[in-house]
């Protein structure tokens, strides 16, 4: 199993650019999460999926944001424009079932807006 | 919204001493789950253990070890015999029987001096 597989590692773009992050989460998860990782706010919960389909949006900062999952094994974060106070690190994790056992996380990719 | 609260944001160890960071929770529900994620520099967050609140026995995985009180909404983690590669931030981190969020902790840094 490879586990949580997020591209690119590091993203560094100008402000105002269209900015794509990827996740294949782990084959047979049925949840899928992605969180922002930031100093001062710490973690934070943006959007999950169960089964592809979007359940609770309510942490997407700003309609910039948008996540779409078109099937199991796919799931895409898009920032649109990406403004400076968007650089984070951005995490995807996935579970089996609610995440009873806990969340398996990728590596996360590290964006950068300058 | 639950609230996960680590009052250590750093603390340091003597390799093979062993340490203990702190967590509390606050909570309405009687049924959850608790975890520890590690983040090393890699920036993997890693599942360290879990502890289900119906149980009364303490989750054990090797070095590692939770205190769980319940009545307390206390969930400590204890290493022992520190090694050199427990250096990482730890992550308390509470998730609802019935919900779908892991609600994070702001992290403790952990040292381990050779």
């Known amino acids: 199993d490879a586990g949580v597989i997020q591209s690119p590692r590091h993203e560094v773009t100008e402000m105002g650019q269209e900015v794509t992050l990827r996740c294949k989460p782990i084959s047979g998860h049925d949840y899928l999460f992605w969180y922002r990782q930031t100093m001062m706010r710490g973690l934070e919960l943006l959007i999950y999926?169960?089964?592809?389909?979007?359940?609770?949006d309510s942490g997407m900062p700003e309609d910039r944001f948008s996540a779409k999952m078109p099937n199991a094994s796919f799931s895409t974060l898009k920032i649109q424009p990406s403004e400076p106070r968007d650089s984070a690190v951005y995490f995807c994790?996935?579970?089996?079932?609610?995440?009873?056992?806990?969340?398996?996380f990728g590596s996360g990719t590290r964006l950068t807006v300058v | 919204a639950q609230t996960v609260t680590q009052s250590q944001p750093e603390m340091s160890v003597q390799e093979a001493e062993t340490v203990t960071l702190s967590c509390t929770y606050d909570?309405?529900?009687?049924?959850?789950?608790l975890f520890w994620y590690k983040q090393p520099p890699s920036r993997q967050m890693i599942l360290v253990i879990r502890?289900?609140?119906?149980?009364?026995q303490n989750a054990t995985e090797n070095r590692f070890s939770v205190n769980f009180q319940k009545a307390a909404k206390s969930f400590s983690l204890k290493i022992s015999d520190s090694q050199l590669g427990d250096a990482a931030m730890y992550f308390c981190?509470?998730?609802?029987?019935?919900?779908?969020?892991?609600?994070f902790g702001t992290g403790t840094s952990l040292t381990v001096i050779p």
């Open positions: 981190a509470y998730r609802s029987a019935t919900g779908n969020q892991f609600y």
């Open positions: 994790a996935s579970s089996a079932g609610r995440g009873r056992g806990g969340y398996t």
């Open positions: 909570t309405s529900e009687s049924d959850y789950y």
């Open positions: 502890q289900e609140a119906y149980k009364q």
């Open positions: 999926f169960n089964n592809n389909v979007p359940i609770d």
